[in-house]
Structures are given as C-alpha cells and as structure tokens.
DNA sequence: CCCGACATACCGACTGGTTAGTCTGCCCCT
DNA sequence: AGGGGCAGACTAACCAGTCGGTATGTCGGG
C-alpha cells in the first residue's frame, strides 16, 4: 500500500470512479498542466492503461468533473426557480444555494474557475453554453423581481448576476473549512448582501 | 518581417520590455503552462539567449506581471484612502478604482488570477503577502464605516470585501472591451452595489 | 587617433528530463 | 474459449534551461 489516499477513493471504490475522485483532488491541489497522467494512476494504485481503458484522454478527466458539476447545480436552480414563493425569496434561496453546494463541492469549484480554458475548444464551447443556460436562468429572476418593482432596477440584472457569482467564483480562494464560519452562514451572508444591494 | 504582433510590442520597443508585453499577452491568452518559452521568444522576435540574458526564468517573467499590478493597485489605493473625504466617498472611489484598473489590464487581471499558483512557493508566498496588505487596507474602510454607523454592521467586513473582489476577479472572465459599457460604467455600477448593500 | 581589452547583447544548437497516449499481451471471469 | 479489465514497456513530441560563440560598443593608454 503506497502513498496515502483520502478516504473513500481506496480500494474498495471501482476503478473508473476512483480515478475521478483521485483526478479531481490532484487537479484542485496542483492544477490540471501540472498533474500528469502518472501521478493521477499511481495515486489511485492503477497503472495507464486502466484509464485509457476508460477515458479517452486526460482531457476526458477534466470534462467530467465540469458535466458533475454542472448538473447538479442546474438542477437545483430548476427547482428553486420553479417553486411559486415569491420571486425574492426565491432569488435569496437560489443565491444562497449556490453558495452551499459550491462550497460542499470546493474542488470541483476551484477546478472549474481555473482550468476551464483548458478544456479543448470544442468541450469549453460546450461546458460555457451550459454554464450560460445557468446563468440566464438566474438573470430571469432578478428581472422578474425588477420588473415587479420588488427589486431597484438601478443596476442592470446582467451586471447584478456577474457580481454575485464573482464572488461565488471568489469562494475557493479564501473559504476554509476550518474557518469560523459554516458553509450555510457564509452562503446566508452573501445571499443577504445581494438582497440588500436589490432593495429598491 | 513575420508574425504580425500586435500595436507596440514590436521592434522599437527594448527588448525586456517586449518580451515582457508579448509574454503577458500569450499568457492570457494560452495560460502559463500551455505557454512555451519558445513561442514567447518567437512573438517578441528575439531567442532564448536574449530571454534568458535578461530575466533569471520563465517564473520571473510571470513574477513580473504579479509586481507591475500589485504596485500600481497598492498605490492608487493608498492615494484614495488617505484623503480626508467621507468614508462612504472613500470606499466608494476605491471600489469602482480597482474596478476600472483591472479592466484597464484585463490581461494582467486574467493571469493574475489563473496563474497565481503557478508561480514558485516562494514567490506565491510574496505575492499573497502583498495581495494581503491591499485587502487589510480594504477591509479598513469598510470596518471604519461600519464603526461610525454609515455602514451596516449585518455582514462582517471580512466578506463584505471578499464579496467586492470576487466580483472583480470575474471581471475578466466576462467583461469585453466591445460590449455596451464602459470601464467607467461598470465601475460605477459595481461600486453602487456594493455601498447600497452596506445601507444600514 | 588608433589599438587592444573588456563588456554587453544576443544567437542557436544542444541536453536531460518529462509527457500524453499506444500497444501487446496476460489474467480472470463467465 | 473468448472477451472485458488491466499491466507496463514503449514512442514520439516537447520543453525549460545551458553554453559556447559572435557581433557591436566602450574606454583607456600610447
């Protein structure tokens, strides 16, 4: 048993998972160019040719974390924006949501606002179009709020949108588990100030 | 004559500087690590020899960027905190400054924030110390205005400023130079978010 | 006024090491 | 007995950094 491994991505875990897990950490640790393929397969105690047994290539790796990612978080936004509470709360929820789950998946988080332009041309296209699916839906209801004269329309709802998830894209940079505040109080937090900053 | 570069990092300019402009340029465009020395060499028109007379690596050239905007963002924040207007004037020019200076060096913004972690420990370690001092500097206004009532105190300071630069750290991922606004707009919009969100 | 000594600026071939991805084949399960 | 799951050696392409060499300039002394 060679050089230690987080918890669950041991052995018992199957291989193609395992490989993504381990995949996941390195990148978040030392970035997608400096992991090499190497050092993914020895960590998850496997050898090149299970994994190019089942991904097509490195890039392959990097893709999967961005689809996860991406899935799970559209699909709560789905539900939140779907409910019929009023569009405020339903804007405070959804904000602080994101904050949550993006701060549960932090790797994947840092992973993806870093190494997203390494991506191949094609797949960054692909990964940007569902990411703007995302973010258009978010603007929706800012606008709705807007238009409703719940929110200020001082600011455009674009820019307002930018400016929360800049600091969702931030998170990574300076959240630390073992800092003094909870994912939940943080994402409450941050949902308050764009409330506040809406209030007309 | 090859290679078209672009505007003034062509042949008038020395040549420190030139490889200086064409690396920021190549690394903005490609990320640090898909970037070869070879090809920045090839832009700028000059060989390895050249590069390699003038800056000690490859890692000193991206140190470079770090120190060119890190000094010019200390000192334009410096400027505006130690004049005697109003809190709320104070925090509002130093928001939408490092707003308009960061799209003002969109590429240096981008690569500061991509390829951050890719500088050697102990020129990482440098740069988040200075990093540091410009948001303790920060951070002081917003508590100062929170201390005298023209702030609200329902956000600790700490995340009311992570919350700001998150923002600005974003700005380079979707601001674009032909877009309907302006540098100067979009600094007064983010700014006016941010001190309508600090309303008491 | 010229000559040699030394320096600065740069060239470009080379090196040692690393990398993603391939291929052949073994092993085990069904 | 046949195929999925994997091992591990191999390759071709790079890459950062080095090094000996050259061209141009500068300066002091005879």
Redesign the pocket.
């Known amino acids: 048993m060679p050089a230690r491994t987080t918890s669950a991505e041991s052995a018992d875990m199957p ?1 193609p998972q395992r490989l993504l897990a381990v995949a996941t950490r390195l990148f978040a640790e030392r970035g997608y160019d400096r ?4 050092e993914i ?1 020895e960590a998850a ?6 994994l ?3 991904f097509g ?3 392959d790796l990097l893709h999967e974390v961005y689809a996860r990612m991406l899935r799970l978080q559209q699909q709560r936004l789905d539900a939140v924006a779907d409910s019929d509470a009023p569009v405020e709360e339903r804007l405070r929820t959804a904000a602080a949501d994101v904050v949550v789950t993006t701060i549960e998946n932090l790797d994947d988080a840092m992973i993806f606002f870093r190494s997203m332009h390494q991506l191949s041309p094609e797949k960054y296209k692909q990964v940007r179009a569902e990411r703007r699916r995302y973010h258009e839906r978010f603007r929706a209801l800012v606008e709705e709020g807007q238009r409703s004269g719940v929110f200020s329309s001082a600011t455009p709802a674009d820019l307002v949108v930018d400016y929360h998830f800049g600091s969702v894209h931030h998170l990574s940079t300076w959240y630390r588990a073992d800092g003094p505040l909870t994912p939940q109080q943080v994402a409450d937090h941050l949902a308050d100030l764009l409330l506040r900053a809406l209030r007309p």
């Open positions: 291989v992991t090499s393929v190497q397969v105690g496997v050898t090149k040719g299970a190019y047994h089942y290539s490195k890039d």
